[in-house]
């Protein structure tokens, strides 16, 4: 149970520290060094995050090899990782321009060596809206989907879940909170033991 209250201690320190403005101060390199000194203490472990916090769990997997998978809800608002060369075009939206950011291949490469799974939930349009969140989000999903393609590409194993095209619908952003939120936890459960990664 400490070790338990320490972790949850550590990851406040790191929100309170690192959210002042999330579309100006925005740290993911302050964050990343944080979350790979928690890796370190604890040592392996599986990363679940949250919207902005993608592109934070993907660095510190590059980062730190006791990151064993990464469960990632929604990634967005920060960019997603490419290898150099290799990096899609930006995507305009009318919440603002989307757009990825190049990295080293052996960095990247260091992605295709874990299991990943990114889940992203319902009210995500399908085509250009002026609805500025509908179209943030269809932008970020479509750059989900290429992250994922170029991991799998050099031998990774990453999936795309969009949940209404398994049959789950309703979910809003925070789609591990929602009332359906047991049905989450199952597609969870079931992906773990999947690869291997739960005790049962």
């Known amino acids: ?3 338990l209250l320490a972790v949850l201690g550590a990851l406040l320190a790191i929100a309170a520290a690192s959210f002042a403005d999330t579309r100006t101060d925005f740290k993911p390199i302050v964050i990343t060094d944080q979350e790979s000194a928690l890796f370190n203490k604890i040592g392996e472990g599986i990363l679940v995050t949250h919207s902005q916090g993608g592109t ?7 980062r730190n090899g006791n990151v064993k998978a990464i469960v990632a809800y929604e990634p967005g608002g920060s960019p997603f990782l490419f290898p150099e060369g290799k990096t899609p075009a930006p995507v305009p939206t009318s ?4 757009a990825a950011k ?10 295709t060596k874990i299991p990943i799974v990114i889940y992203y ?7 250009p809206t002026p609805n500025f969140g509908q179209d943030q989000w269809r932008a970020e999903l479509a750059m989900a989907r290429s992250f ?5 590409k050099y031998g990774g194993n990453t999936a795309v879940v969009h949940l209404p095209e398994i ?14 939120n047991i049905k989450v936890a199952d597609l ?13």
């Open 1 to 3: 149970m400490k070790k």
């Open 56 to 62: 934070v769990g993907w660095r510190t997997a590059i």
């Open 95 to 98: 919440y603002g321009t989307i």
């Open 102 to 111: 190049s990295i080293p291949l052996d960095d990247f490469k260091k992605l």
């Open 121 to 127: 939930g319902d009210n995500i349009a399908s085509k």
């Open 148 to 152: 994922a393609a170029t991991i799998n």
């Open 167 to 180: 049959g789950i619908t309703g979910n809003t952003h925070f789609i591990f909170s929602d009332l359906n």
């Open 188 to 200: 969870l459960s079931d992906w773990l033991k999947k690869n291997n990664l739960d005790r049962r």
